[in-house]
């Protein structure tokens, strides 16, 4: 399967999981939810801009910003007892840092299923990064029309 | 062989005080032979995270779950797990897990379909360990396999399928969801689809229950004067009642499943697993919406 339109963080992102062995991939999840950047000083007493997951079994909450230059900026919010959706949160943040409006509302709906974690998570809780992918990318189309 | 059981004061109330240890009893017993903790959680990774020493992981989704069919592993495949994860027949099982053992308590009810006899919960779960400053490790796992025999599921004591629970109208019903999932309300903006079931509501003459009320401040099981009037006072349960719980995978229910049949001594409790997502699609079936249980349909 080729997609030569996926942004190269993503493209990584998803060589990286599906060269690894299934069990190595929750280590290699583990370590994105690890990852998982801290809010910037000017968004931490602003709990109001985010919203909240409902799709995901664990409190998570996101919020988008687009620059002047039309970049994108997604920002996460995930307790540390729920790791695996830290572990999505960050797939994203990392994944879609520095792209344009245009290329993360390209990103296709199913790159969650297409990473390799699917076995490894199972199909149920996959569900909750696509969530937060659709989410991000309503977020920015909002963001732009306004 | 199974191991001691803990005879711990909070725990001599209940009808089957030897399904619960605590962390003290636990923390005393690690490294026993004859003794294997399993951890059970919502989140697949918690376990990677930190887990109690030697404990090993199970998984619900990816372990206890066919693949395929909707419906638990077979004999052979539990056979397979349990060994693998140095688990025999004999083997006392001491379960634990996130969300106040929400997780831990399907895995022991999943144990229970095949008959494995010697299987408890540690009260409290993860939560309570953690507040106790009790320790973890991040070791991998690691289990030295032995053979677990095949034993077929008896879904015929503890589980109900749809088909039972129609026939089960009548009798005592136990939703245990949030009150918002049982009165059908829909809080969700129409952009958001609601996944899982097409009818929202709650099956005519269940008692609204939620499961987490069986559960006190620091995620212990309540005593039981608090469960009995929960349960009894509450939503009329009388000893001698065939009841039936159900949620919406049937996963909040088997915590109720325990706490009716472990701690409050019932018999013949049954947990619906197809619970809401099977009976809120299915076609023609009775549901009522609202607050109020409502009453049972004419046959």
Redesign the interface.
């Known amino acids: 399967m080729t997609t030569p339109d996926l942004p190269e963080q993503l493209a990584e992102i998803r060589e990286d999981f599906l060269g690894l062995e299934v069990r190595e991939r929750?280590?290699l999840?583990?370590e994105f939810?690890n990852e998982l950047p801290e809010l910037p000083e000017r968004y931490r007493d602003h709990p109001d801009l985010f919203e909240r997951v409902?799709?995901c079994?664990?409190p998570v909450f996101i919020f988008t910003e687009v620059d002047d230059a039309r970049i994108v900026h997604l920002f996460a919010i995930a307790p540390?007892?729920?790791?695996?959706?830290r572990?999505f949160a960050s797939i994203l943040v990392q994944g879609l840092a520095g792209l344009t409006v245009e290329e993360v509302l390209a990103v296709p709906d199913d790159y969650p299923q297409t990473i390799g974690l699917t076995?490894?998570?199972?199909p149920?809780?996959i569900?909750g990064m696509t969530a937060l992918l659709g989410r991000a990318k309503?977020q920015v189309r909002e963001k732009i029309a306004a | 062989m199974a191991v001691e059981v803990d005879s711990a004061a909070q725990f001599t109330e209940f009808a089957h005080p030897e399904r619960l240890v605590s962390g003290d009893w636990l923390e005393a017993h690690l490294g026993t032979p004859g003794l294997v903790v399993v951890e059970s959680d919502?989140?697949?990774?918690?376990y990677?995270?930190g887990h109690i020493e030697g404990a090993v992981k199970i998984?619900w989704?990816?372990d206890l779950?066919d693949p395929v069919v909707r419906d638990y592993i077979d004999g052979a495949g539990f056979a397979k797990l349990l060994g693998s994860k140095g688990i025999g027949r004999d083997t006392t099982v001491v379960i634990y897990g996130?969300k106040n053992n929400w997780w831990a308590a399907y895995a022991l009810w999943v144990f229970t379909l095949f008959g494995h006899e010697d299987v408890r919960l540690l009260d409290g779960g993860r939560a309570k360990w953690e507040a106790e400053g009790r320790a973890y490790t991040t070791a991998a796992e690691s289990a030295t396999p032995v053979d677990y025999p095949v034993v077929e599921r008896d879904d015929s004591k503890i589980r109900a399928y749809k088909d039972d629970v129609l026939a089960h109208l009548g009798n005592p019903l136990v939703d245990v969801r949030s009150p918002e999932e049982f009165s059908g309300e829909r809080t969700?903006a129409p952009?958001?689809p609601e996944?899982g079931a097409l009818r929202a509501g709650h099956i005519p003459s269940a008692q609204n229950v939620p499961w987490a009320k069986a559960v006190a401040e620091d995620g212990t099981f309540k005593p039981v004067p608090e469960l009995d009037a929960i349960y009894r006072d509450g939503a009329g349960l009388k000893d001698g009642d065939s009841i039936v719980a159900y949620c919406r995978i049937g996963e909040r229910s088997s915590h109720t499943w325990f706490v009716l049949t472990h701690l409050l001594g019932f018999e013949g409790v049954r947990n619906y697993d197809g619970s809401w997502t099977e009976w809120g699609s299915t076609v023609r079936v009775p549901i009522v919406k609202g607050s109020e249980p409502g009453a049972v349909p004419a046959k």
């Open positions: 929750l280590q999840l583990l939810s409902e799709e079994q664990s540390k007892e729920a790791p695996t959706t572990g076995e490894a998570v199972s149920l809780r569900r309503r | 919502e989140d697949v990774l918690l990677e995270t998984d989704h990816t779950n996130d969700t952009a958001y996944e």
